[in-house]
């Protein structure tokens, strides 16, 4: 009888680098019609200049060896923001397997490191499932911005 060989997939998050690219490109475009995600262009050309980015923003993937299955970010360094705001997009698979809840916690951990004392996001109150993750993962939500979002702010322990 024949052994079963379970298929070996390489999980990683990473920084995003020049040669990523086309993949990001091809991962913002496979999500074009994201209505809750939009803080710039799902586009190749903005995918090209986020994997060029030199600065102090985090822009970061979670891939496999051939695909990119979420997307998550920690910017406004670079504008002079004390505190960053985090955007993630998980692609349509990888949604509900806990993903979300894994870039996350490495985008909070980067942040903690840069020393920051706080996150904020932005998400619409009709994106109920992110709404409630966020929560777990001990949001706070306080005021309403543009457009009607949501304003979460992550506030982290005083030690690290």
């Given at each position: 009888?024949?052994?079963?060989?379970?298929?070996?997939?390489?999980?990683?998050?990473?920084?995003?680098?020049?040669?990523?690219?086309?993949?990001?490109?091809?991962?913002?475009?496979?999500?074009?019609?994201?209505?809750?995600?939009?803080?710039?262009?799902?586009?190749?050309?903005?995918?090209?200049?986020i994997?060029?980015?030199?600065?102090?923003?985090?822009?970061?993937?979670?891939?496999?060896?051939?695909?990119?299955?979420?997307?998550?970010?920690?910017?406004?360094?670079?504008?002079?923001?004390?505190i960053?705001?985090?955007?993630?997009?998980?692609?349509?698979?990888?949604?509900?397997?806990?993903?979300?809840?894994?870039?996350?916690?490495?985008?909070?951990?980067?942040?903690?490191?840069?020393?920051?004392?706080?996150?904020?996001?932005?998400?619409?109150?009709?994106?109920?499932?992110?709404?409630?993750?966020?929560?777990?993962?001990?949001?706070?939500?306080?005021?309403?911005?543009?457009?009607?979002?949501?304003?979460?702010?992550?506030?982290?322990p005083?030690?690290?």
């Open positions: 009888m024949a052994k079963s060989i379970e298929k070996q997939v390489v999980f990683e998050i990473k920084k995003v680098v020049p040669e990523m690219a086309g993949l990001l490109g091809q991962f913002f475009e496979g999500n074009t019609g994201e209505l809750h995600f939009h803080p710039h262009p799902l586009t190749i050309d903005e995918a090209a200049r994997c060029a980015y030199q600065g102090p923003d985090i822009y970061t993937v979670a891939l496999t060896q051939s695909e990119i299955l979420a997307y998550g970010m920690l910017r406004g360094w670079e504008e002079g923001y004390a960053p705001s985090l955007g993630i997009l998980i692609s349509s698979d990888a949604r509900g397997t806990g993903l979300a809840q894994l870039i996350m916690q490495y985008l909070h951990y980067s942040a903690r490191l840069r020393g920051a004392s706080k996150i904020r996001l932005s998400v619409y109150p009709s994106n109920v499932k992110a709404v409630s993750l966020y929560r777990r993962i001990g949001y706070r939500f306080d005021s309403t911005g543009k457009n009607g979002q949501l304003i979460g702010i992550f506030e982290f005083n030690t690290l």
